[in-house]
């Protein structure tokens, strides 16, 4: 029985659907790694299943936007994981890791920022090679904070042992609970210690990204920025706590 040439050329495209589809989902979420621009602090973003929007994205927004401003050491932000396959927040978003901590050879880490995520009150302070990894980190980076219950993680690394610190109001009472030993401010938004500063997170975490860019780059720049995000930056009128 002969085979029409339609017939043929509609076979022949059904295989070459089927390659390229197999194409498209092999590669659908790889991404090419950042550039790192030299003479910029490295800033990683520690994210897994569970991470909470907000705690990311203000940060995130807030240190991306310094590479706008000129005359100034801005920043290389960047997502690291302990995998590189997609992390899906608490609210639905799915996020792409730039990097994974348990096998790849990172960049020096300047500033390591921990946002809040489902899990950090439980299960995420079971998982030993991210705590190790956070304390490894944290011997060598100029700040190390928190956004919420972000603190919980640093806490159990052990890093916030001889500092005061905070997280989210409501989880005040867990947290002093959890780690009777630390010294807890609460009803401030953040709190600055030494190279650590731990935020009550949600939406104010973008106060505490911008506390940071005025402590590296002064008020004026720090106006700006919030300027550009439409936020009303006055340090003076934020509940905080500063240890000098």
């Given at each position: 029985?002969?085979?029409?040439?339609?017939?043929?050329?509609?076979?022949?495209g059904?295989?070459?659907?089927?390659?390229?589809?197999?194409?498209?989902?092999?590669?659908?979420?790889?991404?090419?790694?950042?550039?790192?621009?030299?003479?910029?602090?490295?800033?990683?973003?520690?994210?897994?299943?569970?991470?909470?929007?907000t705690?990311?994205?203000?940060?995130f927004?807030?240190f991306?936007?310094t590479?706008?401003?000129e005359?100034i050491?801005?920043?290389?932000?960047?997502?690291?994981?302990?995998?590189?396959?997609?992390?899906?927040?608490?609210?639905?978003?799915?996020?792409l890791?730039?990097?994974?901590?348990?096998?790849?050879?990172?960049?020096?880490?300047?500033?390591?920022?921990?946002?809040?995520?489902?899990?950090?009150?439980?299960?995420?302070?079971?998982?030993?090679?991210?705590?190790?990894?956070?304390?490894?980190?944290?011997?060598?980076?100029?700040?190390?904070?928190?956004?919420?219950?972000?603190?919980?993680?640093?806490?159990?690394?052990?890093?916030?042992?001889?500092?005061?610190?905070t997280?989210?109001?409501?989880?005040?009472?867990?947290?002093?609970?959890?780690?009777?030993?630390?010294?807890?401010?609460?009803?401030?938004?953040?709190?600055?210690?030494?190279?650590?500063?731990?935020?009550?997170?949600?939406?104010?975490?973008?106060?505490?990204a911008?506390y940071?860019?005025?402590?590296?780059?002064?008020?004026?720049?720090?106006?700006?920025?919030?300027?550009?995000?439409?936020?009303?930056?006055?340090?003076?009128?934020?509940?905080?706590?500063?240890?000098?």
């Amino acid at each position: 029985m002969k085979v029409s040439r339609f017939y043929k050329l509609f076979l022949t495209g059904l295989l070459l659907l089927s390659f390229f589809g197999c194409q498209v989902s092999k590669n659908i979420f790889e991404k090419e790694k950042p550039t790192l621009e030299p003479d910029r602090y490295n800033v990683a973003f520690l994210v897994m299943d569970g991470v909470y929007n907000t705690e990311l994205t203000a940060p995130f927004d807030i240190f991306q936007h310094t590479i706008y401003r000129e005359g100034i050491k801005s920043m290389n932000t960047f997502i690291v994981a302990n995998s590189l396959k997609p992390v899906r927040s608490f609210e639905g978003m799915y996020i792409l890791p730039d990097f994974d901590y348990t096998k790849e050879v990172l960049p020096k880490i300047d500033i390591l920022v921990v946002p809040s995520a489902e899990h950090h009150l439980d299960t995420d302070l079971e998982d030993e090679a991210m705590i190790q990894w956070i304390q490894k980190i944290d011997q060598e980076a100029m700040y190390v904070t928190s956004h919420c219950d972000g603190a919980f993680v640093l806490a159990k690394a052990g890093i916030l042992d001889d500092v005061v610190s905070t997280t989210f109001p409501s989880d005040v009472p867990k947290y002093k609970e959890m780690f009777p030993h630390l010294k807890v401010k609460d009803k401030v938004l953040f709190v600055h210690d030494g190279k650590y500063i731990t935020s009550a997170g949600g939406a104010k975490s973008f106060e505490a990204a911008l506390y940071l860019c005025e402590v590296l780059y002064g008020k004026e720049i720090a106006k700006r920025l919030a300027g550009g995000l439409v936020i009303d930056w006055n340090l003076d009128a934020i509940e905080k706590y500063i240890v000098q």
